[in-house]
């Protein structure tokens, strides 16, 4: 993944993001350790439909250079992941979540969408203390030692939250939370039942938004009240990423606690040799709008809150989007491909592009930060010993919220939740 790495902060650099070249040219990015998957969504799955969490506590940490405490729910066996593990089951199939809990309180898991859920056995129900006040959404296991287990038939195909049901205010916004992926029987590369949801195998992308005020988690730390008229989120993450540590392959290894990368990687739409598009799950586990959007092209929605967008009689309701709101609580399932290919054709577009002067490159080392094309075209020839940003013709457009507070870290711009979408050539890439 080195050269991905390297790459993409190329781009971004182009863009002005001077603390990511300061990053990127300091350090020798070490390959991803031992990563099933190193790109798109990283499911944790087994036949039994089975899994095993444990609610506890960890840090993680922001492009900035701070530490963050938090709360999650690890994988009972791995320990301590922001966020969740996401959890990949079949439609119509039963599921079964164990959780445990190490927290200093009470917590539980709460499914939303899902139908008949059960809490050791029993329907999953608010709880209420000896004094009629809601104590959770859901039956929760006791602090320290506690343990509940959760069990439901997974409902329609499409993306769900889960989330914690105790606390809901403190214990999300400390990190409690992850995806569930609904796979519809018999399709495991359709988005839902409709044949027209179909993606590429593998060009699947899950992006988990989520922000933080640090100084919730500082007073939790500290064993302090927790100040809400105060509230203000700092940090803004995709999968437990703020950029450009969004970029970072899975299971990099400097971001132990955070596994899962958020770069989506595509090749344009060819009816031959790429005719599926790819699919990218948006799940909002904050609480405002998040309004993202890739720059470059439209994704079509095609499912909100696990449910196609379809008529009484199967018609097609899914739209076109620029710019995705993402409420909070919302799941938003989108398709994007890529339909310009025409541009990447130099006989039907031949439009020449020239490398600048040496002395108009920035250069650092050996590399130039100058992508040598304006377009989806043929790579130009380099100087020597020059390592471009596209050594394939690759192209990289950003993709961001667009309440740009939101692309910060800490009020420095730009950061946050933020990413960026990589279109290959036709061919592919064989550097890369
Ligand atoms: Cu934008």
């Known amino acids: 993944m080195t050269n991905l790495w390297r790459k993409s902060r190329s781009r971004i650099a182009v863009l002005g993001v001077a603390t990511l070249v300061a990053v990127g040219t300091a350090v020798m990015w070490p390959h991803a350790a031992s990563a099933a ?11 039994q439909q089975t899994f095993s969490l444990t609610a506890g506590d960890g840090y993680v940490s922001t492009p900035d250079g701070n ?11 791995t320990g301590f992941q922001l966020p969740g593990p996401t959890l990949c089951v079949t439609s119509g199939q039963p599921v079964t979540v164990i959780l445990h809990n190490t927290l200093p309180e009470a917590t ?8 008949g859920v059960k809490a050791n056995g029993n329907p999953a129900q608010p709880q ?16 320290g030692t506690g343990s509940v287990t959760y069990t439901f038939t997974a409902g329609s195909p499409g993306t769900y939250l889960y989330e914690s049901g105790t606390d809901v ?58 100040d809400w008229t105060t509230y203000t989120a700092r940090y803004f993450m995709i999968n437990g990423r703020s950029m450009p540590d969004t970029l970072a392959p899975n299971h990099a290894s400097w971001l132990p606690t955070q596994p899962y990368g958020a770069l989506v990687h595509i090749k344009p739409y060819d009816a031959n040799t790429n005719p599926l598009p790819a699919t990218i799950r948006y799940l909002n586990a904050g609480s405002v709008n998040y309004p993202f959007h890739p720059h ?23 739209y076109q989007k620029y710019d995705l709101d993402v409420g909070p609580g919302q799941t938003v399932d989108t398709l994007m491909d890529w339909r310009d290919a025409e541009a990447w054709n130099p006989t039907t577009n031949p439009i020449p592009t020239q490398i600048p002067a040496i002395t108009d490159q920035l250069l650092v080392g050996t590399d130039t930060w100058f992508s040598e094309s304006g377009y989806l075209g043929t790579k130009n020839a380099l100087p020597a010993n ?43 890439c064989t550097t890369q």
């Open 128 to 143: 209420f203390d000896g004094g009629g006040s809601l104590s959770s959404l859901v039956q929760s296991a006791v602090a």
């Open 108 to 115: 539980s898991i709460v499914f939303p969408g899902q139908k």
């Open 37 to 47: 998957v190193a790109e798109g969504l990283d499911c944790e799955t087994n036949a």
């Open 169 to 226: 205010n403190k214990q999300v916004q400390m990190g409690m939370y992850g995806a569930l992926v609904v796979r519809p029987a018999g399709h495991p590369n359709q988005v839902n039942d409709r044949a027209d949801s179909a993606f590429t195998a593998g060009k699947e992308y899950v992006f988990l938004l989520s922000e933080v005020d640090p100084a919730v988690h500082l007073a939790v730390e500290r064993n302090q009240p927790i």
């Open 296 to 318: 470059g092209s439209d994704e079509r929605v095609i499912n909100r809150d696990g449910h196609a967008l379809a008529g009484p009689t199967g018609q097609d309701l899914s």
């Open 67 to 77: 530490s963050i405490y938090m709360w999650s729910y690890g994988d009972s066996k």
């Open 386 to 428: 020059i390592t471009s940003n596209n050594e394939c013709g690759e192209y990289y457009h950003i993709a961001h919220s667009h309440a740009l507070e939101q692309s910060t870290n800490f009020g420095a711009t730009f950061g946050g939740m933020m990413t960026v979408f990589r279109i290959d050539p036709p061919a592919g």
